[in-house]
């Protein structure tokens, strides 16, 4: 089991130094598969400053290929990977970094990180952990790279953490969400074997 994780981290660092990792292997398309784009540019249309290029089966790209979200009616409704980025959020992430990623006492915002951070930055420090030391604190963020249910969602926490750093969603669960696609339950499957 060990060997295999440590493949898995590899192939994920490996998209991280090409700066290529909008999502994880498991998730990639085929190569010679085109990406499915909506009939019209109204269907990418979403609430908040970034606005999605593209959407391949229920996932929305940004113009530089990061995963982001879409957000509709008011508000109301996102799409599954939004969704699915606050339940892992939630199961994983909430217990340093705080409620709806406000930052706690003990760990700092992510809202307010990922204001300024792209795909690439978040996900190697997703995976290599991260430290910051000064005089009065030493702030420790552990690599997460050898566990599943973090690394299989990387671009899910990212999206829904995106979302909230735009102030394309506000706090709490997400009311409506699209529905979970195929590809993501196929992709789901493998990353978790």
Known sequence: ????????????LVGV???SLGTIPARAAPPAAKPAAPSGSAD??????????????GQYTDKNGDPTYHIADDGKKVDWYTMSGYLRYNANCIVCHGPDGMGSTYAPS????????????????IVGGK????????LVMPAFGDNRNVMCYMPDIYTYLRARADGALGRNRPPEHEPKPAA??????????
């Open 1 to 12: 089991m060990r060997c295999a994780a440590n493949g898995f981290v590899g192939v994920i």
């Open 17 to 19: 130094a090409a700066g």
């Open 44 to 57: 990418l249309k979403s609430e908040g400053p970034t606005q999605p290029a593209k959407v391949q089966d």
């Open 110 to 125: 992510l809202v307010d990180a990922l204001k300024g951070m792209d795909y690439a930055h978040f996900a190697g420090i």
């Open 131 to 138: 430290k910051d030391v000064n005089a009065s604190q030493e």
């Open 184 to 193: 993501f339950e196929k992709a789901e499957d493998a990353c978790m074997k």
